[in-house]
C-alpha cells in the first residue's frame, strides 16, 4: 500500500490539478477506510458518485491516459477503480477514486462473494457469470475483469443502499 499523505481532502473536487494526475496515496481518513488506496484522477465526462471507472485510453493527452477516467459502460471494459469519495465529477474536474480496498459501488444482480465485472448499465458493475457455453460478451467480460482491478462483492445489490454494494477491488 502507498504511504498516506497527510492533510488530503479524498473527498474534494478540483477545476484544476492540485496533485500530480495518477499518483496514489493510502486512504488519509483511516477507520473503515484504512489499508484503501486512492488515485488522484481526471474526469473526462460525467462520473457519478458510487459509479466504477476506467481509463479513457482516447484522451487526447497520451501522458495522463492511466489516470484519466470515465464510467464504465461496456461488458467489455476493464476497472480501474470506483468514484466513492466524492459527489461526483464532470469533464475536466480532478478528484480521487478509490483502486484498492473497500469501495461502495453501483451494482445489479449482485450476492456477496460474486467476482464481477462491468455491464452495459453506466458505472454499474455486475457478477460474471456464464452458461454452460460462454458467449462471446462472456468471455469479453470475463477477460476485461481479469485485466483490470479486481472487484468482489462484499454485499448484495442493495447494501448499504439501494442499487449500490460495498465491493472490494484489488
Same mark, same amino acid.
Given at each position: 500500500?502507498?504511504?498516506?499523505?497527510?492533510?488530503?481532502?479524498?473527498?474534494?473536487?478540483?477545476?484544476?490539478?492540485?496533485?500530480?494526475?495518477?499518483?496514489? +496515496?493510502?486512504?488519509?481518513?483511516?477507520? =473503515?477506510?484504512?489499508?484503501?488506496?486512492?488515485?488522484?484522477?481526471?474526469?473526462?465526462?460525467?462520473?457519478?458518485?458510487?459509479?466504477?471507472?476506467?481509463?479513457?485510453?482516447?484522451?487526447?493527452?497520451?501522458?495522463?491516459?492511466?489516470?484519466?477516467?470515465?464510467?464504465?459502460s461496456?461488458?467489455?471494459?476493464?476497472?480501474?477503480?470506483?468514484?466513492?469519495?466524492?459527489?461526483?465529477?464532470?469533464?475536466?474536474?480532478?478528484?480521487? +477514486?478509490?483502486?484498492?480496498?473497500?469501495a461502495?459501488?453501483?451494482?445489479?444482480?449482485?450476492?456477496?462473494?460474486?467476482?464481477?465485472?462491468?455491464?452495459?448499465?453506466g458505472?454499474?458493475?455486475?457478477?460474471?457469470?456464464?452458461?454452460?457455453?460462454?458467449? =462471446?460478451?462472456?468471455? +469479453?467480460?470475463? +477477460?476485461?475483469?481479469?485485466?483490470?482491478?479486481?472487484?468482489?462483492? =462484499?454485499?448484495?445489490?442493495?447494501?448499504?443502499?439501494?442499487? =449500490?454494494?460495498?465491493?472490494?477491488?484489488?
Amino acid at each position: 500500500m502507498p504511504a498516506t499523505a497527510s492533510m488530503i481532502d479524498p473527498t474534494r473536487v478540483d477545476a484544476t490539478a492540485q496533485f500530480p494526475v495518477g499518483y496514489e +496515496i493510502g486512504d488519509p481518513r483511516g477507520g =473503515q477506510f484504512s489499508g484503501n488506496t486512492i488515485k488522484y484522477v481526471r474526469a473526462n465526462g460525467t462520473i457519478a458518485t458510487g459509479d466504477a471507472v476506467h481509463t479513457d485510453v482516447s484522451f487526447a493527452t497520451a501522458a495522463e491516459r492511466h489516470a484519466t477516467v470515465i464510467s464504465t459502460s461496456a461488458v467489455s471494459q476493464m476497472v480501474e477503480g470506483v468514484n466513492d469519495l466524492n459527489a461526483g465529477l464532470t469533464a475536466g474536474q480532478f478528484g480521487w +477514486i478509490t483502486v484498492d480496498g473497500r469501495a461502495q459501488a453501483k451494482t445489479s444482480g449482485v450476492a456477496a462473494g460474486d467476482k464481477l465485472g462491468t455491464t452495459a448499465t453506466g458505472g454499474t458493475l455486475g457478477p460474471l457469470t456464464a452458461s454452460a457455453t460462454p458467449t =462471446q460478451a462472456e468471455v +469479453i467480460a470475463a +477477460i476485461a475483469a481479469a485485466a483490470g482491478r479486481g472487484a468482489k462483492a =462484499q454485499t448484495a445489490t442493495g447494501t448499504p443502499v439501494t442499487g =449500490q454494494s460495498f465491493v472490494r477491488l484489488s
